[in-house]
């Protein structure tokens, strides 16, 4: 027979096993910064206006889709920020590295200087875990009273575990800038510019 000292002892472990839950993961869309390439600096700042976000992936928990209607809410698998402000930084360092500038949301006016703002509305932020990152984004540009609207579907494969799924979101923010700094290039100064594709 057991020793109620035993049996005690036991019971407090089982007791703490069972009220353990598992560590919280935060993450971040903002890839590490590494030394940008040389690049023609444009000729006017930026403005990165807060990000809209579908209310449905609106959460600090990241949300992963199954299936072809399921989805499944990640307890344990957080963002940094909340999502607006993860994509809005994201996309805010991949521009001013890209474009050699400097975003000024928020700061006071910049003299003369010309300032590109910058609207994205997210339509769909889908990921796969294994599979594959979707987004589609509306998004525009304006300058001095004219006003571009653009849209951007993008995918990128990834392969299994979660660290792979973030990375092939940052890949995908990504290639979104890339696309909205081609097209500020041209259509900042030159009304004929169009969307990149």
């Known amino acids: 027979?057991?020793?109620?000292?035993?049996?005690?002892?036991?019971?407090?472990?089982v007791s703490l096993t069972a009220c353990s839950s598992p560590s919280v993961h935060y993450h971040t869309l903002v890839a590490p910064a590494a030394d940008p390439p040389p690049v023609q600096p444009a000729p006017f700042l930026i403005a990165v206006l807060p990000v809209g976000i579908p209310p449905q992936i609106d959460l600090s928990q990241l949300v992963v889709r199954q299936g072809q209607s399921g989805a499944l809410v990640?307890?344990?698998?957080?963002?940094l920020s909340p999502l607006g402000d993860e994509i809005r930084t994201a996309l805010s360092a991949e521009?001013?590295?890209r474009l050699g500038t400097q975003?000024?949301?928020?700061?006071?006016k910049a003299g003369e200087s010309t300032t590109v703002r910058i609207q994205l509305e997210i339509r769909r932020f889908d990921a796969w875990p294994g599979r594959a990152v979707e987004l589609d984004a509306g998004w525009s540009l304006n300058v001095q009273g004219r006003r571009l609207v653009c849209r951007?579907?993008?995918?990128?494969?990834?392969?299994?575990?979660?660290?792979?799924?973030?990375?092939?979101?940052?890949?995908?923010?990504?290639?979104l800038a890339g696309r909205i700094a081609a097209t500020a290039r041209h259509w900042a100064m030159d009304d004929r510019g169009r969307c990149a594709p």
């Open 1 to 13: 027979m057991m020793s109620p000292s035993r049996l005690c002892f036991l019971m407090l472990m």
């Open 74 to 79: 990640l307890e344990n698998e957080r963002w």
């Open 95 to 97: 521009l001013a590295q």
């Open 103 to 108: 975003d000024v949301a928020g700061l006071a």
């Open 152 to 175: 951007s579907r993008l995918t990128q494969a990834v392969q299994p575990g979660y660290t792979a799924m973030l990375l092939g979101q940052q890949q995908v923010i990504g290639n």
